[in-house]
């Protein structure tokens, strides 16, 4: 079972629509679980980062942990063609080096 | 905003040469890291390095790769003989705190393409 399972899409949605994006991992010492946003051609770059179990948000973005389930959520509301990217989920047991999913990527439409 | 920057951003070479990839990190961060992405691939991580020595690395680092930091600004990575299969994209990342917890802040990457 690989260690962080994020489905690669493509998923395109219209302007306006909520976006969910999710990763699911194996590792239960995982403790600290970040979502980065890469643009075509670029480096990632922070979107949010939960330590443990729980909600945070961040203006249009919620991030949400469920370790008994094993399973990462990002949601997008009011979604736009800016939002356009690549979105990485990574997660962390916190004395190790970062784990990236392999992305999914996400294509707003006007 | 500070920014971490990346040099070349596009390398193409023989395979069996030497590459060196250059890196500025964020003037105040103390943690670097080298990160490489196959096309298709996930991101995976190189090696993280702290107080001028590695810290630690990943399998995929092995002998035919290094890193060096030989002034207070710039940090390297050099792969001693390309193979094919190193040719992908190399990011540098800085922390100020250990980036294990998460926030790395990346450049814009280094693509290798070996012939």
């Known amino acids: 079972q690989k260690e962080v399972e994020q489905d690669p899409g493509p998923l395109s949605v219209p302007e306006g629509a909520i976006v969910s994006l999710n990763c699911t991992y194996s590792?239960?010492?995982?403790?600290?679980f970040m979502w980065y946003r890469q643009y075509s051609r670029k480096g990632p770059e922070l979107l949010m980062y939960?330590?443990?179990?729980g909600n945070k948000e961040d203006g249009r973005f919620t991030a949400q942990v469920d370790k008994s389930s094993k399973y990462i959520s990002l949601f997008i509301r009011d979604s736009q063609p800016s939002d356009s990217a690549t979105y990485l989920c990574?997660?962390?047991?916190?004395?190790?080096?970062?784990?990236f999913g392999k992305g999914t990527r996400l294509s707003v439409i006007a | 905003e500070p920014e971490v920057t990346q040099t070349p951003s596009h390398q193409v070479t023989q395979m069996g040469q030497e590459v060196i990839l250059r890196c500025v990190p964020i003037s105040n961060h103390l943690y670097f890291y080298w990160y490489r992405q196959i096309l298709g691939q996930k991101v995976e991580f190189l090696v993280s390095f702290y107080n001028n020595e590695i810290s630690e690395k990943s399998e995929i680092f092995d002998d035919q790769f290094s890193v060096e930091r030989p002034d207070g600004s710039n940090f390297t990575l050099k792969i001693r003989s390309t193979k094919l299969e190193d040719s992908a994209m190399y990011f540098c990342a800085s922390s100020a705190v250990t980036g294990n917890t998460g926030e790395l802040f990346f450049g814009e990457g280094s693509r290798l393409t070996v012939l």
């Open positions: 990574a997660m962390s047991e916190g004395n190790t080096p970062l784990v």
């Open positions: 939960t330590y443990s179990s």
């Open positions: 590792n239960s010492a995982f403790q600290y």
